[in-house]
DNA sequence: ATGGTAGTCCGACTA
């Protein structure tokens, strides 16, 4: 990004849950070329490091950082504006699943251009009686408890906590909230894990800019019935949330051959 | 029309 000193830049911040990078690299390349994106948070990948469809990005002009154990979950960042050394791939506190206990591939923490971006994949929880659901919930509290102390650390801090949230905060954020009754994803504890990063100064900056749902099921003509959810948010530190100026949810990447279930969340901010 | 969608690795799992 070369301006001149003084003058005022923006810089295009996006998050999508791609499910499965494998076969949609090149309409994910696409999208960052036409909608002018500096930075891609990635979920759902569902490839290994060493399967990353990498060219296609490149060809963009992107570098890209994976972070994919095996056939699920797994993340990326793909920037356009390079990337600092300081990548992550859990976050302190961070609760590790299965026998033997490890930590799943659903958070990638990276610096790009002065903004740390963490692209995530909150646990889905299945059902409220799964053991997935108390996961799903502890994930969120250690997330929220790792946000606490790296603004405590630098309260001036540009952090992004971008992703697949798996929660709709609010009733409008389905399409009937008959059908969600006792459902995850719309349970007050689900809800009241989102809520609570407001108590520790973070603010979703989507909301207020754009009504729009960004998962449509793949089942039941859901799309064409636009019968959706919103479970795809950003959530910004006061620092970076006090610079963002518009945001969008491109809704058309819905449309078309092979879409991924999920449409791309954008976010300006000012650098 | 007793199925239904789509991804993974290849009958079952995940969403």
Same mark, same amino acid.
């Not at 499965?20 to 909608?35: K, N, P, Q, T």
């Not at 790009?112 to 799903?136: E, F, T």
């Not at 540009?158 to 697949?164: E, F, N, Y």
């Given at each position: 990004?070369?301006?001149?000193?003084?003058?005022?830049?923006?810089?295009?911040?996006?998050?999508?849950?791609?499910?499965?990078?494998?076969?949609?690299? /090149?309409? +994910?390349?696409?999208?960052?070329?036409?909608?002018?994106?500096?930075?891609?948070?990635?979920q759902?990948?569902?490839?290994?490091?060493?399967?990353?469809?990498?060219?296609?990005?490149?060809?963009?002009?992107y570098? +890209?950082?994976?972070?994919?154990?095996?056939?699920?979950?797994? +993340?990326?960042?793909?920037?356009? $504006?390079?990337?600092?050394? /300081?990548?992550?791939? $859990?976050?302190?506190?961070?609760?590790?699943?299965?026998?033997?206990?490890?930590?799943?591939?659903?958070?990638?923490?990276?610096?790009?251009?002065?903004?740390?971006? &963490?692209?995530? #994949?909150?646990?889905?929880?299945?059902?409220?009686?799964?053991?997935?659901?108390?996961?799903?919930?502890?994930?969120?509290?250690?997330?929220r408890?790792a946000?606490?102390?790296?603004?405590?650390?630098?309260?001036?801090?540009?952090?992004?906590?971008?992703?697949? &949230?798996?929660?709709?905060?609010? /009733?409008?954020?389905?399409?009937?909230?008959?059908?969600?009754?006792?459902?995850?994803?719309?349970?007050?504890p689900?809800?009241?894990?989102?809520?609570?990063?407001?108590?520790?100064?973070?603010?979703? $900056?989507?909301?207020?800019?754009?009504?729009q749902?960004?998962?449509?099921? #793949?089942?039941?003509?859901?799309?064409?019935?636009?019968?959706?959810?919103?479970?795809?948010?950003?959530?910004?530190?006061?620092?970076?949330?006090?610079?963002?100026?518009?945001?969008?949810?491109?809704?058309?990447?819905?449309?078309?051959?092979?879409?991924?279930?999920h +449409?791309? $969340?954008?976010? /300006?901010?000012?650098?």
């Amino acid at each position: 990004m070369s301006v001149p000193a003084g003058s005022v830049t923006t810089m295009r911040l996006a998050t999508w849950n791609v499910n499965s990078i494998r076969i949609r690299a /090149d309409r +994910v390349a696409a999208f960052l070329e036409r909608a002018d994106i500096d930075v891609l948070a990635m979920q759902e990948t569902k490839c290994t490091d060493e399967a990353f469809p990498h060219l296609p990005f490149q060809l963009a002009g992107y570098d +890209v950082l994976t972070h994919g154990l095996n056939q699920w979950n797994g +993340v990326a960042v793909a920037s356009r $504006v390079g990337f600092a050394d /300081d990548v992550a791939t $859990v976050f302190p506190g961070m609760p590790a699943w299965g026998d033997p206990p490890a930590h799943e591939a659903r958070a990638l923490g990276v610096t790009c251009a002065g903004v740390r971006i &963490w692209s995530l #994949y909150v646990p889905n929880g299945r059902v409220v009686a799964d053991p997935h659901y108390a996961y799903k919930l502890d994930w969120l509290a250690a997330l929220r408890g790792a946000a606490a102390d790296w603004l405590e650390e630098d309260p001036e801090a540009r952090i992004a906590l971008m992703g697949d &949230w798996n929660i709709a905060p609010r /009733d409008e954020d389905v399409w009937d909230m008959s059908l969600f009754d006792g459902a995850t994803h719309v349970s007050p504890p689900e809800r009241e894990a989102f809520r609570a990063f407001e108590d520790i100064g973070f603010t979703e $900056v989507t909301r207020e800019r754009v009504t729009q749902y960004t998962y449509w099921d #793949y089942q039941q003509l859901r799309f064409p019935r636009n019968q959706g959810m919103r479970i795809d948010f950003v959530q910004a530190s006061p620092a970076l949330a006090a610079s963002v100026t518009d945001a969008t949810i491109e809704r058309n990447e819905r449309k078309g051959k092979g879409p991924s279930d999920h +449409v791309p $969340v954008v976010v /300006d901010v000012q650098s």
